[in-house]
């Protein structure tokens, strides 16, 4: 599903690279946490699969494409396999929770009985009915992060990929989101999740790669945080 | 892209920067209606360069006893040699098309009726009126011809084309039609520059939508069609007001005061506003929708 070739990433002025050599394999349907400090290359690596920056040197396969061959109009094609989640949540505040899950397929031209007819489903699965008419700013973190997965997944996508998602939530909440994206990634969908949250990956028994100072340090298939250091 | 998602984009962008929209929208008009005056202005000089170009003639005054020239050193023309101009006038065919001759009586009528105001037609007599042939040209701008061949001979005091003072005339017009082109050559840079400065604006107000736009996959195009209309919204209107002034000021100035003070001239009809409409549109909203896009490939990369 997604396959990094001796990806190097340098910034235009750094001095270090952000990715050097690594070389990553992930299958689909697979569950991946990507660890490391601030800095280590984490959000570099999630920004070269949504192909937001291109490497300087190797190759990246997402879903069957190379991306370092992609054409710029055919990011777009790339980019509705690949579902994303964020710390921040990014809902548009004058929309309603149903209004920012239909956006997502609005600004694809879906037609409109289409996303009458899936968004109650979306939001059944995330835990939100009875949320539909609410702002976001009426409802709590946990269920703001529900409406973003929800967006995420509206649309079927291949891969999730969620940074830091748990990043702005209490313990509690985050093990819900967890269990929510736990279901979503049983129903087939890859996902790859950066975090910091040491309780998280230790709890959940995932496969864990680990990312200090742009290289791969540890490729672990059912990793904790912190071992192996 | 649904119709109705990119209506209520669109209504919603220019409702959110309604100063900014209207800032569009004014300068739009103002440039516009220089622009369309700049051309009519030059359709008003093609409209009297045909009207009066049609009725020139080359006058050929004779000599007459008071006349000074070396060509007229003997005296006043005799009739011989007016038959041998007008002989060889006819030669001149087919680039003379008609030739009139004008006696020393029907000169003084024209010259009275000409300063009928003035004591000048009181106290002119027959005898200081020259004769003349008034000369039709099937080219007038062959005029050097006639010229060449007549000036300086034997009882002919002066060939004259009335074509040259006319010339002045167009001169100063198309002077006046140069700077009001110039002007709305600024004004639309200046136009220009005012609409990507709102579409930057635009653009950062919107950055949340159109990051998660991106996100979700919608493409370039899907992207940028909100902002493009709403470009090309706001110039529309401003060319609109643009014609609206332009059809007003040919209305009140041309129709109501001009036509009805200088009968001797025709003036611009109504197709040439018309004309104007799919111009002033290309123009504007085409002007819009490029630096829109400038601005945009910029501000809104995928």
Known sequence: MIRFENVTKLHKGASRPALRDVTVDIEKGEFVFLVGASGSGKSTFLRLLLREERPTSGTIWVAGKDLTK????????LRRQ???????FRLLPNRTVAGNVAFALEVIGRPADEIKRVIPNVLEL???????????????????QRVAIARAIVNRPQVLIADEPTGNLDPETSIGIMKLLDRINR????????????AIVDQMRKRVI??????VVRDQARGVYGSGA | MRAGFVFSEVTTGLRRNVTLTLAVVITVAVSLTLFGSSLLVRAQVQEMKD????????????????????????????EEEKDQIKQDLRDFKPLVQKVYFESKAEALQRFK??????????????DQMPESFRVKLSDPTQFSVVAAAFMGRQGIEEVRDQRQSLDRLFKALSGLQN??????????LVTGLLISNTMRVAAFSRRRETSIMRLVGASNSAIQLPFLLEAAVAALIGTIVALGLLAAGKYYLIDNTLASTFTFTTFIGWDSVITLIPTLIFVGVGLAIASALLTLRKYLKV
């Open chain 2, 179 to 188: 700077i009001a082109l110039a002007v709305a050559a600024v004004m639309l």
């Open chain 1, 82 to 88: 690949l579902g994303c989640v964020f710390q921040d």
């Open chain 1, 187 to 198: 129903i087939g969908t890859t996902v790859v999740m950066a975090t910091h949250d040491v």
């Open chain 1, 70 to 77: 992609l054409a710029g109009w055919k990011v777009p094609v």
């Open chain 2, 113 to 126: 009726e000409q300063f009928k105001d003035s004591p000048l037609a009181e106290n002119a007599t027959e």
């Open chain 1, 210 to 215: 680990e990312i200090e100072d742009g290289r």
């Open chain 2, 51 to 78: 009207y009066w170009y049609d009725r020139v003639e080359v006058s050929i005054f004779l000599c007459g006893d008071i006349s000074d020239v070396p060509s007229c050193a003997s005296g006043a023309v005799t």
């Open chain 1, 126 to 144: 995330v835990g939100l009915e009875g949320k539909e008419d609410s702002y976001p700013n009426e409802i709590s973190g946990g269920e703001q």
